[in-house]
């Protein structure tokens, strides 16, 4: 992302979205370095929480409408959007699925003793 910002590849876009797009960049950089060293594994919900973060400020710059040089640097941030977020998304642990069970009820009559499953 820096290096097609800083090889001005994002043409068209405002002074602010171009700013937004390098801030964003920037601290993405800073996030995968710090997640990168497995020291910082303590502090990896606070990275993750930066890349949601920058994904957040990325997905709110405006979408393209038109065939403009601009429109087309608007959907190459929103590719870079879709991208983190699969990436992001990939990152989270997995949870586990609440663990089921069924409730059977003892039945002892005059034979052997049998289960029932008891309905909610």
């Given at each position: 992302m820096l290096?097609?910002?800083?090889?001005?590849?994002?043409?068209?876009?405002?002074?602010g979205e171009l700013q937004t797009a390098k801030s964003a960049a920037q601290a993405l950089k800073l996030a995968a370095i710090a997640l990168s060293d497995p020291a910082n594994a303590p502090s990896a919900s606070q990275f993750f929480n930066q890349v949601k973060a920058q994904i957040d400020v990325l997905s709110k710059?405006?979408?393209?409408?038109?065939?403009?040089?601009?429109?087309?640097?608007?959907?190459?941030v929103q590719a870079w959007v879709a991208e983190l977020s699969k990436?992001?998304?990939a990152a989270q642990p997995e949870k586990e699925a609440p663990p089921t069970f069924e409730l059977y009820e003892i039945i002892q009559g005059s034979g052997t003793p049998a289960l029932r499953r008891v309905n909610s």
């Open positions: 290096a097609k910002i800083k090889a001005d590849s994002l043409i068209g876009m405002t002074d710059l405006p979408a393209p409408s038109n065939s403009t040089p601009r429109d087309a640097s608007l959907q190459m990436i992001f998304d």
